[in-house]
């Protein structure tokens, strides 16, 4: 099965990031020299499965992984951000795609991914229904460098949401006008669960519905086929929203 991928790299530094990186868009934040955005490239790069790469990106951000990524450039498909946000960049990338297609939306700042998280998630996905989320055990987080994140409490554990999302294009047209809701929530299962009714969040605050349960009154509640691929894939979740993030960042890449 071959992948479409569709990265973003348009989030916006806050105010104390901007001030100590020099830099409007977090996708043009370096760590060791080299942009941050460069792991997620490489490992969908080195992904046997996948078959077109595009990223909404921010200018200049082409100039700044040419000398990293060579030919392998011209592979990548570079669009321009949108001024609707990410909302409006999602509905776009679901536009682009063909009757067919298997799709891939993912944050491009994932400075801990690697190709064989990638590999992995995008073949159990094959054997998967609906739109494939992944959801990281908080036992595999470096709890030093995830700070601050929403944990959904199951029989099975505690998870916290992923950066990737996955599935086939009809899946993904299906609950367009909900893209809203869940990319602005994507990293607080919580505030999804509340998308969904009262008596629902009561199951999700006692911590007494699993996975499985989850996902089947999504599915009878809203009719989004949603799937729950639990994974010790950290790298899959850590992205760099705030200056804390990259501070952390910063020494653990120095210490390497």
Not at 117 to 129: D, V
Not at 131 to 142: A, C, E
Not at 165 to 186: A, Q
Not at 207 to 229: C, E, M, V
Request: charged share 25%; glycine share 8%.
């Amino acid at each position: 099965m071959k992948w479409k991928v569709i990265l973003f790299a348009g989030g916006k530094c806050k105010k104390a990031l901007k001030k100590v990186t020099g830099v409007n868009y977090r996708a043009m934040i370096k760590l060791q020299s080299k942009p941050i955005v460069l792991p997620a490239l490489q490992s969908f790069l080195n992904c046997p499965d996948v078959d077109e790469i595009s990223m909404y990106a921010p200018e200049g951000l082409d100039k700044a992984l040419k000398p990293f990524l060579g030919d392998d450039m011209n592979r990548i498909n570079f669009l321009k951000l949108h001024k609707g946000g990410l909302s409006s960049q999602v509905k776009d990338a679901i536009s682009r795609c063909q009757e067919n297609d298997n799709l891939v939306l993912a944050a491009a700042d994932l400075p801990l991914v690697n190709a064989s998280a990638i590999t992995s998630l995008l073949k159990s996905a094959e054997s998967l229904s609906g739109i494939v989320y992944p959801m990281i055990s908080k036992s595999s987080l470096d709890l030093n460098l995830v700070k601050n994140r929403t944990y959904l409490r199951t029989p099975e554990g505690q998870f916290t949401g992923g950066n990737v999302i996955l599935g086939k294009i009809h899946e993904f047209e299906r609950v367009v006008n909900f893209l809203d809701s869940l990319i602005e929530n994507r990293k607080n299962p919580v505030a999804l669960a509340k998308l969904i009714g009262l008596g629902f969040v009561f199951g999700i605050i006692t911590g007494t519905k699993s996975l499985k349960q989850i996902s089947s009154d999504i599915k009878n509640r809203l009719g989004i086929n949603l799937t729950p691929y639990k994974t010790d894939a950290f790298g899959l979740g850590v992205d760099l929203d705030k200056l804390s993030d990259y501070l952390v960042f910063q020494k653990l890449f120095d210490e390497d």
